[in-house]
């Protein structure tokens, strides 16, 4: 397994968020991580990514402990998250947002060739190259943060709601190319409270709610679940 968490618990000051979440992620994988607004998404991507420490548990990566492994060094393994909200360099440029995701990078060199890789993927970052990030659209941010994440060379792109605020279309597209990013072998969790579209798009998928894991499975059977239909389909 390439991520696996084993009875995770996590706080915020005494206020329990994850109550003990067990799940793992295989090598090549496309996970989808769905449920409400408050059911402790963002607390799993902060303590994988080390930003937040976990109360109990643990988490490997490629085998190997790091549970306590400090974010900067697990991004050096190649845990890399998008973050929800974005979080661009509002005044810098699109290139010096992509440049600052890759600032673990080897060598310039190294560094060029993944711009010219993020640019293959996401060509109207490089139109838009120069422009100040804040003028861009939703849609446009949305592209920087995913190319931002790319530009760390993950092994593990975690993904916290980047459909959130954009129109339908864009949605689609952005959806589109992280179906191609994947198709190219990068494993990948996904956090969604667009749930049709997540179960649609990954592989595997986990309903968590109030901190625990409601349902796990392949993500087509958790497309006709009946709780599914009902909690998150309207239907
Ligand atoms: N920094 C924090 N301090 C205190 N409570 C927090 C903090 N971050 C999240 N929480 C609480 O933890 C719970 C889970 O939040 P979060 O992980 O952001 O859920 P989600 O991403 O699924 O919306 C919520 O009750 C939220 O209020
Ligand atoms: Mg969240």
Partial sequence: ???????V????????????VTLSVAPGDFVAIVGP??????????????????????????????????AEQRAGLGIVLSPEGRRLFSDMSVEENLLAG??????????????EKVHAVFPKLKERARQIAKTLSGGEQQMVASGRAL???????????????LAPIIVDELFRTLNEIHGDGLTIVLVEQNVLQSLELAESAHVLESGRLRLSGPAKDLLNDPYIKTAYMGY
């Fill in 151 to 165: 530009m760390a060379q993950p092994r593990l792109l975690l993904l916290d709601e980047p459909s959130l605020g």
């Fill in 1 to 7: 397994m390439l991520l696996e968490l084993e009875n």
């Fill in 9 to 20: 618990k996590i706080a915020h000051g005494g206020v329990t968020a994850v109550w003990d």
């Fill in 102 to 115: 890759a600032h673990l990078a080897p060598s310039r060199v190294e560094t060029r060739r993944r711009l």
């Fill in 37 to 70: 607004n408050g059911a402790g998404k963002t607390s799993l991507m902060s303590a994988i990514t080390g930003l937040v420490p976990i109360q109990s548990g643990k988490i490997r990566f490629d085998g190997n402990d790091v549970t306590i492994l400090p």
